[in-house]
Antibody, heavy 114, light 108 residues
Framework: QVQLVESGGGVVQPGGSLRLSCVAS????????MHWVRQAPGKGLEWVAF????????YYVDSVKGRFSISRDNSKNTLYLQMNSLRAEDTAVYYC???????WGQGTLVTVSS | EILLTQSPGTLSLSPGERATLSCRASQSVSSRYLAWYQQKPGQAPRLLIYAASSRATGIPDRFSGSGSGTDFTLTISRLEPEDFAVYYCQQYGSSSWTFGQGTKVEIK
């Protein structure tokens, strides 16, 4: 069955960095685009970034442009989100999701706090 | 950028009642690219409806979607106890997603 498993969340100080990972199984990872979506505590869903299956294009929400970088390793069935210059407002559960929205991971919590 | 506005913010209903949730777009959206999700506390979103009216795999037929242009609706014909949750509409383009702010369906 399809599984998406995120990891890499934790507590980080403002200005710090984290790298999130999302390991995929149960489908042909290399043929699908992938998204990161976040949800701040008690808030709604916010799309963060998208990467095409072959890494040919990457897209970001304006608030993370220049600070976050999405990438993937199709040989490892893994999606990444490198997050730099983190701010308090980046505190959220981060989900990876298969393009089409039919499969999501369970999420990993990122807390930016001093 | 397309903005999605959902109403009402909260819907208080009893099991067995009909729920009607609205999603209005700031500009016309292709029906092919409008979806609905359900989210329960502590869980990831679950795809219910895609292409405005197609049920995702395993979704009961009490869930239905309709609409076109700027106005879309999710209807739950008879609420089951497990349907009390937050619902989001979503517009998906070729490179990004946009979500509405959500409608909470709570037990009256």
């Amino acid at each position: 069955q399809v599984q998406l498993v995120e990891s890499g969340g934790g507590v980080v100080q403002p200005g710090g960095s984290l790298r999130l990972s999302c390991v995929a199984s149960g489908f042909t990872f290399s043929t699908y685009g992938m998204h990161w979506v976040r949800q701040a505590p008690g808030k709604g869903l916010e799309w963060v970034a998208f990467i095409r299956n072959d890494e040919s294009n990457k897209y970001y929400v304006d608030s993370v442009k220049g600070r976050f970088s999405i990438s993937r390793d199709n040989s490892k069935n893994t999606l990444y989100l490198q997050m730099n210059s983190l701010r308090a407002e980046d505190t959220a559960v981060y989900y990876c999701a298969k393009d089409g929205g039919d499969f999501w991971g369970q999420g990993t919590l990122v807390t930016v706090s001093s | 950028e397309i903005l999605l506005t959902q109403s009402p913010g909260t819907l208080s209903l009893s099991p067995g009642e009909r729920a009607t949730l609205s999603c209005r777009a700031s500009q016309s959206v292709s029906s092919r690219y409008l979806a609905w999700y359900q989210q329960k506390p502590g869980q990831a979103p679950r795809l219910l409806i895609y292409a405005a009216s197609s049920r995702a795999t395993g979704i009961p037929d009490r869930f239905s979607g309709s609409g076109s242009g700027t106005d879309f609706t999710l209807t739950i014909s008879r609420l089951e106890p497990e349907d009390f949750a937050v619902y989001y509409c979503q517009q998906y383009g070729s490179s990004s997603w946009t979500f509405g702010q959500g409608t909470k369906v709570e037990i009256k």
